[in-house]
């Protein structure tokens, strides 16, 4: 019997000034620990879904979170927000990116 294996899937980071990366992920790796060993900058914290630090945009494909993501409400979820510190592609996706982006979704004290 062959072994299986799950696909690698593409995806594209996009930040706010236009930029954008794509960076290969592994099956079952998490989307920040791909950025990392591309060398591609984002912004993560804890790496276990509690801080937020990493909060991105799903604008295109599907993620499926390893753990519950703590720091997303429900309607954050609902609205296509992910954790990418624990969550792992489920085709090739496109995510917004960045430190602003925690801001809109959970909010700050420092106005």
């Known amino acids: ?22 960076i290969r992920v592994e099956s079952g790796e998490t989307v920040v620990d791909a950025a990392e060993r591309a060398d591609v900058a984002v912004p993560y914290g804890c790496l276990y879904g509690a801080c937020g630090t990493c909060t991105a945009e799903r604008l295109d494909g599907e993620l499926c979170h390893q753990k519950t ?16 510190c624990i969550a ?15 801001a809109e979704v959970i909010g700050t004290p420092w106005k």
């Open 88 to 102: 792992t592609p489920k085709s090739d996706c496109r995510l917004r990116v960045g430190h602003g982006i925690q």
């Open 1 to 22: 019997m062959a072994a299986t294996t799950e696909p690698t899937h593409l995806v594209e980071l996009v930040w706010s000034d236009g930029r954008t990366e794509t």
């Open 69 to 84: 993501p703590r720091a997303l409400k429900a309607r954050s979820l609902d609205a296509g927000y992910v954790l990418p």
